[in-house]
Nanobody
């Protein structure tokens, strides 16, 4: 069983930065590809960024490319999302997720690809 706990959300002005963290309870996490998703009120959950098990492959959706960076530290069982140049449209609950695919060198971008989810952390960007 893998439990994921997000932190680092909050209220920030447009143009500001936040760093989200996702802590995994089980070292097995270090072998799984991970992802960050977000869900705004009244909208479906959407992919933000994905990373392979060792960080060798990453991908971000077009709306955040050049502003958000996903990374991981497997020694600490952590995955991060550095968010810069935040915009009001980035306001959402952000979730980290893990896919049971040990040592997969790929990233995944569908909600249905992932098996474990955190409870989410709220990010609010004011204009």
């Amino acid at each position: 069983q893998v439990q994921l706990v997000e932190s680092g959300g909050g209220l920030v002005q447009a143009g500001g930065s936040l760093r989200l963290s996702c802590a995994a309870s089980n070292p097995t996490f270090s072998t799984y590809p991970m992802g960050w998703f977000r869900q705004a009120p009244g909208k479906e959950r959407e992919f933000v960024s994905g990373i392979s098990w060792n960080g060798g492959s990453t991908y971000s959706t077009d709306s955040v490319k050049g502003r958000f960076t996903i990374s991981r530290d497997n020694a600490k069982n952590m995955v991060y999302l550095q968010m810069n140049s935040l915009k009001p449209e980035d306001t959402a609950v952000y979730y980290c997720a893990a896919k049971i695919a040990r040592y997969s060198g790929e990233y995944y971008y569908e909600v249905s690809d992932y098996h474990y989810w955190g409870q989410g952390t709220q990010v609010t960007v004011s204009s």
